[in-house]
């Protein structure tokens, strides 16, 4: 009975929460159009149409305890606020320089921001709803894959998502830029090792605010059959909005690769 009753409220707010790493936010300026983290100027927990009335966010996984301090998550968290100030004061010029341009690398040029951009963000609430997930699920797979192996494949992850989001639509000029994408193949990897593990969420639906357990493959599954029926939505857009083909394309990325990073030693359910 328990859990019919966190199922319902999960699916109550599980569309919003579909997007809740990729919210954005006005910064106290009025930004360029940008793809990847963008829809509108919601925040975490606004309603993307009436019927949305919350969200869910991860806080960590409740079933295990790692062998050690996650140092490198906490890096690339730390990296993702560095170049967020840096982009706070840069502006605007700063986002055109390092966000990825589709137009751009198809035509050759630009390759580097493909790297930099997955550590850019349009806003305090943008980046911390992404470092909430990141840390929710990184540590657990930073614990399996060991640092370094998690460093690499947090970046190739976030690279094969910058990829998906030029093919799918090479000839935009919006600034494609967040790192929900190496995020997402975070998740991938999380659910093919660990998909029984309870995730301590906190669930919100109008004014009820609780914290539950929900179980690990039926969080990220819904998360991510979201995306995956969302890619014809925007995909072809040029005014900006959220880039699905990034996070499916991440995601895909971390369940088809994960067992290949893993230690000898980690293990899985």
């Keep these: ?38 829809r509108g100027d919601r925040s975490p927990g606004t309603p993307e149409k009436a019927t949305d009335v919350g969200t869910v966010i991860p806080l960590g996984d409740a079933s295990r305890r790692g062998r050690r301090f996650a140092w490198m998550t906490a890096l690339i968290i730390a990296a993702n606020a560095y170049v967020f100030l840096r982009e706070l004061e840069g502006g ?51 614990d399996a894959m060991g640092p370094i192996r998690y460093l690499a494949f947090y970046l190739m992850g976030g690279v094969v998502a910058m990829l998906a989001q030029v093919a799918g639509s090479p000839g935009s000029t919006v600034p494609c830029l967040g790192a929900s994408g190496a995020i997402a193949a975070v998740m991938g990897a999380f659910i093919v090792t660990y998909p029984r593990d309870r995730i301590r969420t906190l669930v919100w639906i109008l004014i009820i605010i609780r914290v539950t357990y929900i179980p690990a493959v039926v969080l990220i599954g819904v998360w991510f059959l979201i995306q995956l029926l969302s890619v014809g939505s925007v995909a072809n857009v040029q005014t900006g909005g959220v880039a699905y083909l990034a996070h499916v394309g991440g995601f895909v990325f971390g369940v088809l690769t994960a067992r290949l990073w893993r230690r000898r030693t980690a293990y899985s359910y």
């Design 1 to 38: 009975m328990k859990l019919q009753m966190v199922a319902r409220l999960y699916i109550s707010a599980v569309r919003c929460a579909g997007h809740a790493i990729i919210s954005f936010e006005k910064a106290g300026r009025e930004p360029p159009q940008r793809t990847e983290i963008t």
């Design 92 to 142: 605007d010029a700063f986002v055109d320089r390092w966000a990825v341009i589709p137009a751009q690398i198809t035509s050759g040029h630009g390759w580097i921001t493909i790297f930099t951009g997955m550590f850019m963000h349009a806003g305090w609430l943008h980046i911390l709803g992404n470092m909430v997930f990141l840390w929710a699920f990184g540590p657990a797979i930073e």
